[in-house]
């Protein structure tokens, strides 16, 4: 079955630690895109990549870092610099853009990290 | 700046009762509209609304776009303790990075 898989569901994370959260996709999407999201606050964006080996940053970008060597992952890196982590974070993806139909994204189960 | 605003926030109702949840937008370059709804963890797709596919329907829920307002409503009839989630707007605009805008969301409680 396609699918995104997130990993791990948790995460403790303690100060001064950097993190990576792993976000996987069969589904042969383009494009992939990491959400936080906080009580309250509905779902904002951290990072999104169109195609592989480019990335762009989103509204809360400080503190996270990315990478999308390959199309199928999408990795997350939760660093230091990020002064309050703990968050839900999702991981979806979409079919691109340029005159394709967009059906929506395909999230992933979500990551809930902590910092302990 | 783009901007997706939903009201209530918070809403609970009893089992049986109507409703319905607003959702406004302020997009440069309208694309879509999209619902989703959130239960536990990964949000689930409900509906998208284009400028050529303004209303839709399944079931109890149903959801109209209004261009002119620039909002859309999601309804739910005969509510079902099993609709109790948080619904997500989020809006696409035209122009390349199809990356979506999201509200925060209403949290509805149906109550039995």
């Known amino acids: 079955d396609g699918g995104i898989t997130q990993s791990p569901k948790y995460l403790f994370r303690k100060e001064g630690q950097n993190v990576t959260l792993s976000c996987e996709q069969n589904?042969?999407?383009?494009?992939m895109y990491w959400y936080r999201q906080d009580p309250g606050q509905g779902l904002r964006l951290i990072y999104y990549s169109q195609i592989v080996n480019d990335f762009q940053k989103g509204d809360i970008a400080e503190g996270y870092s990315v990478s999308r060597e390959k199309k199928e992952s999408f990795p997350l890196t939760v660093t230091s610099a990020q002064k309050n982590p703990t968050a839900f974070y999702l991981c979806?993806?979409?079919?691109?853009?340029?005159?394709?139909?967009?059906?929506?994204?395909?999230f992933g189960s979500g990551t809930r990290l902590t910092v302990v | 700046e783009d901007k997706v605003v939903q009201s209530p926030l918070s809403l609970v109702v009893h089992e049986g009762d109507t409703v319905t949840l607003n959702c406004s937008y302020e997009?440069?370059?309208?694309?879509?509209l999209l619902w989703y709804k959130q239960e536990k963890k990964a949000p689930t797709f409900l509906f998208m609304l284009t400028s050529s596919g303004i209303e839709k329907k399944s079931g109890r829920l149903s959801s109209i776009l209004d261009k002119k307002e620039l909002s859309s409503i999601l309804n739910i009839t005969a509510t079902q303790t099993g609709d109790s989630a948080i619904y997500l707007c989020a809006v696409e605009s035209q122009g390349g990075s199809e990356k979506l805008v999201f509200g925060k969301g209403t949290k509805l409680t149906v109550n039995p």
């Open positions: 979806a993806s979409g079919r691109g853009t340029i005159g394709r139909r967009n059906y929506g994204y395909t």
């Open positions: 589904l042969n999407h383009d494009a």
């Open positions: 997009v440069t370059n309208f694309r879509s």
